[in-house]
């Protein structure tokens, strides 16, 4: 039963979004959907461009950060998968200990 929910809590983790957490500037779809348009958007992008020495500077803190974040859902996925897979091999114990069995 504890794999189970810890299963559940693991992917749960992996699609919650992370709209609470501000990092420094424009990484994913939570930092952009707050904007009312295309022109906002364009005014926020060019001051955090031109806020880095080069173009080449911004998309590597970009990719860093990103790939941070798909790192950390990759394995919250990974630990998801490998507790459901226990809570699965777990669940006929479980059920015979709790269930009376009459030959």
Known sequence: MAFGVA???AL???VWPRL???EEGITY???I???EGV???NVALDQEVSANPSRTDHAAK???A???IIYDKYNYIRWGMGDGGWGYLAYPGYCARWLPFEP
């Open 62 to 64: 970009r990719l860093l």
């Open 39 to 41: 022109a906002e958007l």
């Open 66 to 68: 990103m790939s941070k």
């Open 12 to 14: 749960a983790a992996a």
């Open 33 to 35: 959907a707050p904007f």
């Open 20 to 22: 609470g957490r501000r």
């Open 29 to 31: 779809f939570g930092h």
């Open 7 to 9: 299963a559940l809590v």
